[in-house]
């Protein structure tokens, strides 16, 4: 169950970073660092997870021209992290180098391949805020299409809303990667989520990682949270 859950580390320093990897370490296994904290320290915070024993999720959400992108993830790939990601809506052609990038650089550097996910539609959003960039397609319609797009330019997964993972995970197959963040807990507070589902719901839907920050992080004891959320994970592959 544990390597079901992905925590979000979205704080602003190394040392409170290296705090809440020491404290949940091994109940998590997988971090993400997101730009606010890699624009802090950089690829230090990924040197000391990985020290730790944990496994990197670079949660920087390349959208830039491919060859742009195709550096990146190179450049990713070489910290040795376990997954990026880079927005779907950067295009086939982007999302295509993303892809092959990750294969060639696993051959450059003699290591696994970077898995690459897509984002689709940030869970902070809803029907409104896409109208507002311009969007007028139904919310689930575009993520799914999204979601397809990833699949066929060759990418491991995408990040979606847990609301939308059951449709997803009939397009894309049983082996696609299904991230969901905008999770809370039963009585959490919803912070700027739009699209929030419990981990149960989550993982029932078909989740294949949940991703949750502040509901750990800000929490008073964050490894009691984390054993909560674990507990739920568990529950929910039961029945
Ligand atoms: O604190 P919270 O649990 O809302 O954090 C969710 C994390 O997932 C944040 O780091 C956010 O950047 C990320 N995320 C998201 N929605 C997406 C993709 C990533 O909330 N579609």
Do not use: W
């Not at 896409?130 to 799914?144: F, H």
């Amino acid at each position: 169950m544990r390597e079901k859950l992905i925590v979000a580390l979205d704080v602003k320093s190394f040392d409170e970073a290296k705090r809440i990897v020491d404290i949940l370490y091994p109940h998590v296994k997988i971090f993400k660092v997101g730009s606010k904290l890699f624009t802090s320290c950089g690829p230090e915070i990924i040197k000391a997870i990985h020290k730790k024993g944990g496994e990197v999720f670079l949660d920087l959400k390349f959208h830039d021209i491919p060859n742009t992108v195709s550096g990146s993830v190179e450049s990713a790939a070489q910290l040795g992290v376990f997954m990026l990601t880079v927005h779907t809506l950067g295009g086939s052609l982007m999302l295509k180098e993303a892809a092959e990038s990750a294969m060639r650089s696993a051959r450059k550097f003699n290591t696994r391949k970077v898995k690459i996910v897509g984002v689709t539609v940030l869970t902070s959003m809803d029907n409104k805020d896409l109208r507002g960039v311009g969007i007028s397609r139904d919310l689930k319609k575009e993520v799914i299409s999204l979601a397809k797009l990833a699949k066929k330019q060759g990418l491991d997964g995408i990040v979606a809303s847990a609301a939308e993972a059951k449709h997803i995970r009939k397009v894309t197959g049983k082996n696609f990667i299904i991230i969901t963040p905008g999770i809370r807990p039963s009585g959490a507070a919803k912070d700027d989520q739009k699209r929030i589902v419990t981990p149960k719901d989550a993982i029932r839907n078909g989740a294949s990682y949940i991703v949750v920050g502040r509901p750990i992080i800000e929490a008073k004891n964050p490894r009691a949270a984390t054993i909560g959320i674990l507990k739920e994970i568990e529950d929910a592959k039961k029945k």
